[in-house]
């Protein structure tokens, strides 16, 4: 059974940086593709990123393109969210999700992944 967890969620000032880390157990991470996702106070689960299994390809939603970059080691079973220039929208807390030969859909829809983390908390605020 694949396990996701999250880490290096914070407090980060608008314009800085954090990079969130997704490490998985259970088994292997080579053949799963994996996404990221946010939800704010009050508003809709939102698909952030996805990268399908050999990391050969790459999505991402239209509010964070060109700020935020998914990356994946999959000898470490690891994915990782490198968020640049941050906003104080991006105040959610951001989920690791995962699908066995999932790849990296277009639409990075909920109903695609099957593996959920539990979340880490992100805060932009000055």
């Known amino acids: 059974q694949l396990q996701l967890v999250e880490s290096g969620g914070g407090l980060v000032q608008p314009g800085g940086s954090l990079r969130l880390s997704c490490v998985a157990s259970?088994?292997?991470?080579?053949?799963?593709?994996v996404g990221w996702f946010r939800q704010a106070p009050g508003k809709e689960r939102e698909g952030v990123a996805c990268i399908s299994s050999s990391g050969g390809s790459t999505n991402y939603a239209d509010s964070v393109k060109g700020r935020f970059t998914i990356s994946r080691d999959n000898a470490k079973s690891t994915v990782h969210l490198q968020m640049n220039s941050l906003l104080l929208e991006a105040t959610a807390v951001y989920y690791c999700?995962?699908?066995?030969?999932?790849?990296?859909?277009?639409?990075?829809?909920?109903?695609?992944?099957?593996?959920w983390g539990q979340g880490t908390q992100v805060t932009v605020s000055s």
């Open positions: 259970g088994v292997t991470l080579n053949y799963y593709g």
């Open positions: 999700v995962a699908e066995y030969l999932g790849g990296c859909p277009r639409s990075i829809a909920i109903q695609h992944y099957h593996y």
